[in-house]
């Protein structure tokens, strides 16, 4: 009998999380490139204009609703997915089937992002507030402070807006991350030309990482609108409406931020995730 260790049900909270500290700037600037009414400067320009502006430290600006979020979010994904995933396996002493994979993913990735909506939604915000006149900052102190004057002033269900198209997208993100990088993963091991290392980790979450933002990148502009808009739109559909008038481009508004910080996300995600899993994985015997 051989053991192996599987993933504990908090890890990817915690390698997320982690990857988050990392990619936080890049994931500021793709906000701030998508929440521009008219393209008017692109990814170096925004980065220089938010230096220049607030200083180095603003590119951290909502690092507590970043961490939050993916300690709602992607813990209740990765929780979800790799806890059914694992219990299948060893039910039918085998691996599951890549759609079974695209299935769980979905599901877990579509709880995940309504769980995680409220600390996205001031996430945003913190995010967007260094670009904004100082007269209409909203100047959260930190993640629980917006939580809480998001309650206050503008009613619970207002800390849920954009909750379907977040819900949506953590069901196509986790498609793209999970499921992609578990057969990824799957199929670069089954060459018998790499062992099970981080040299095959990052080349399952690059692809993974790639599939995600393709997959993703129309739904994640939506749902920063809707989150950070002081006008409420009166449906998703409306907001799409509204979105299509900047014509299709609109929708890969920051594709390619998205891209450079999702992917490197993705990448240290699973990274460290892999490393968890290896040194302080559950114990099962083969």
């Known amino acids: 009998m051989t053991e192996n260790r599987i993933s504990r049900w908090y890890f990817g909270g915690l390698s997320s999380s982690a990857a988050a500290c ?4 890049l994931d500021l600037i793709k906000v701030h490139l998508q929440t521009q009414q008219e393209v008017r400067v692109r990814m170096i320009g925004m980065t220089v204009n938010v230096v220049r502006r607030e200083g180095y430290l603003a590119l951290y600006s909502g690092l507590s609703a970043s961490l939050c979020r993916q300690m709602t979010y992607s813990l209740s994904r990765f929780g979800i997915y790799e806890t059914v995933r694992d219990k299948v396996n060893r039910k039918n002493k085998g691996l599951m089937p ?6 769980l993913g979905a599901f877990g990735g579509f709880a995940g992002g ?5 600390a996205d939604l001031v996430n945003v915000r913190m995010q967007n507030d ?4 100082f007269k209409l900052r909203r100047n959260y102190a930190h993640v629980f402070d917006g939580l809480l004057r998001v309650w206050k002033e503008e009613g619970i269900r207002k800390l849920f807006s954009g909750a379907t198209m977040a819900s949506t997208r953590g069901a196509l993100v986790s498609v793209g991350q999970l499921s992609c990088y578990d057969q990824s993963k799957q199929l670069v091991l089954a060459t018998g030309y790499l062992a099970d290392n981080i040299l095959t980790h990052f080349l399952a979450s690059v692809i993974a990482g790639g599939c995600a933002t393709i997959l993703c990148q129309p739904l994640d502009v ?3 609108r809707l989150m950070n808009s002081k006008v409420e739109y ?7 409406t509204e979105t299509a008038k900047l014509g299709p481009k609109a929708f890969y508004k920051g594709l390619v931020p998205a891209a450079i910080r999702l992917i490197p996300h993705t990448v240290f995600t699973f990274i460290f995730l892999e490393q968890l899993r290896q040194h302080f994985g559950e114990v099962v015997v083969a």
């Open 114 to 118: 309504f769980i995680g909506t409220p």
């Open 130 to 133: 260094v670009k904004l006149p």
């Open 222 to 224: 939506v749902k920063t």
């Open 234 to 240: 009166r449906s998703v559909f409306h907001c799409l």
């Open 22 to 25: 990392l990619t936080h700037p």
């Open 98 to 103: 890549f759609y079974q994979k695209v299935l």
